[in-house]
Nanobody, 123 residues
Framework: QVQLVESGGGSVQAGGSLRLSCAVSGYTYNPGSLAWFRQPPGKEREAVAMIDNFGNTKHQDSVKGRFTISQDNAKNTLSLQMNSLTPEDTAMYYC?????????????????WGQGTQVTVSS
C-alpha cells in the first residue's frame, strides 16, 4: 500500500519560492508515476507536474519554467521546487501515485493520495 505524506507548504509573497516534499513509502508500481496536483479554493483539483519511474517529467503549461518536479529514490522523496510564485498558485498541493504507462492528468486515474499541504501566495 502506497503512503504519501506532504510537507513544506506555507505562506510566501509573490515572487518567492517554496519547496514541497512528499515522503513516499510502499511504492512498487512498475510502470508507474508520481505527480503533484493542486486544488485552489473553490476550484477543481488540477495536475501540476508528473514524473515516471524512468525520470521522465511533464510540467503543465501554467507552471512550466517556474516549477520543477524531482525524485530522490535513495530517500524515497518526491519534491516540487516552486519559484516565481504568484497569487494564482495559492492552493492545497497534493502528491499522488498511479500504476501504468503515460502521464495522465485526471485525478481519478491516481489511486494513492497524500493529505495535502497548503501554499498561500500573497501579492
Amino acid at each position: 500500500q502506497v503512503q504519501l505524506v506532504e510537507s513544506g507548504g506555507g505562506s510566501v509573497q509573490a515572487g518567492g519560492s517554496l519547496r514541497l516534499s512528499c515522503a513516499v513509502s510502499g511504492y512498487t508500481y512498475n510502470p508507474g508515476s508520481l505527480a503533484w496536483f493542486r486544488q485552489p479554493p473553490g476550484k477543481e483539483r488540477e495536475a501540476v507536474a508528473m514524473i515516471d519511474n524512468f525520470g521522465n517529467t511533464k510540467h503543465q503549461d501554467s507552471v512550466k519554467g517556474r516549477f520543477t518536479i524531482s525524485q530522490d529514490n535513495a530517500k524515497n522523496t518526491l519534491s516540487l521546487q516552486m519559484n516565481s510564485l504568484t497569487p494564482e498558485d495559492t492552493a492545497m498541493y497534493y502528491c499522488a501515485a498511479r500504476a501504468g504507462w503515460g502521464f495522465l492528468l485526471h485525478p481519478g486515474e491516481y489511486t494513492s493520495w497524500g493529505q495535502g499541504t497548503q501554499v498561500t501566495v500573497s501579492s
